[in-house]
């Protein structure tokens, strides 16, 4: 038996559900995600909602801006920032990273992708 890791897209929302440049927290299973629409780039992205620093479900509520055109979200608690690309802290290297999603736009439905393992019998 081998196990292979595939993306599995859940529908989360309409577009207009999203506020536009701000956050909103779409519940998937046990989890929560925060999914963000930058209009002036016309740009989604996801990441987990919980702030590494001090496990607060906040970042769906986090000001989202650009640094060095990269963008990002700033925890409403203690303002750490977190690129939206690849999840690191762009406040503080020794802070952990957050796990980010990939988003697909299919008409005026937002789509997150999780991982999905399926396994597989051996030949
Ligand atoms: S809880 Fe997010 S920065 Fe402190």
């Not at 309409?14 to 925060?34: F, H, L, M, R, W």
């Not at 906040?58 to 640094?67: F, H």
Request: hydrophobic residues 35%.
């Amino acid at each position: 038996m081998s196990t292979t890791t595939t993306t599995s897209w859940f529908l989360a929302c309409k577009t207009s559900d999203v506020p536009t440049n701000g956050g909103v927290c779409v519940k998937y299973k046990e989890e929560q995600i925060a999914l963000f629409y930058f209009a002036r780039r016309n740009e989604w992205y996801a990441t987990q909602n919980l702030c590494p620093h001090r496990q607060q479900m906040a970042l769906s509520r986090g000001m989202t801006g650009t640094v060095k055109d990269e963008p990002k979200v700033a925890c409403p608690f203690h303002k750490k920032t977190f690129s939206l690309k690849d999840g690191r802290c762009l406040s503080d290297e020794h802070e952990c990273s957050l796990t980010t999603y990939p988003v697909k736009i299919v008409d005026d439905l937002v789509y997150i992708g999780v991982d999905a393992v399926m396994e597989m019998a051996g030949v």
